[in-house]
Nanobody
Framework: QVQLVESGGGSVQAGGSLRLSCAVSGVGFTYSRRCVAWFRQAPGKEREGVATLASDGSTSYADSAKGRFTISRDNAKNPLYLQMNSLKPEDTAMYYC??????????????WGQGTQVTVSS
């Protein structure tokens, strides 16, 4: 059974940094063959993709995250990370990690964490 548990959220002032972590279990040796991603959802807004990391190591970022956020993974130990720098109040949201099925690319994400809250004050 695949399980994802996020941590690392909190409250920070604008310009600060946070590192989100996502502990992934139940994927075994296929973890490195799965696309992983971070999403966020602010109150009253739709969920949006923040960053993706494909099995070949390629990454993609939302325009709002480019140059400030970095997605990474540890294929040996299965965690997933999102380093967020130069945070802005508009980054305030619930952040979710997600994992896809192996060998199918970054199309859909059947596995999700419960979310971790990030609040950025001005």
């Amino acid at each position: 059974q695949v399980q994802l548990v996020e941590s690392g959220g909190g409250s920070v002032q604008a310009g600060g940094s946070l590192r989100l972590s996502c502990a992934v279990s139940g994927v075994g040796f296929t973890y490195s063959r799965r696309c992983v991603a971070w999403f966020r959802q602010a109150p009253g807004k739709e969920r949006e993709g923040v960053a993706t990391l494909a099995s070949d190591g390629s990454t993609s970022y939302a325009d709002s995250a480019k140059g400030r956020f970095t997605i990474s993974r540890d294929n040996a130990k299965n965690p997933l990370y999102l380093q967020m720098n130069s945070l802005k109040p508009e980054d305030t949201a619930m952040y979710y990690c997600a994992v896809g099925q192996p060998w199918v690319g970054c199309r859909e994400y059947p596995y999700w964490g419960q979310g971790t809250q990030v609040t950025v004050s001005s």
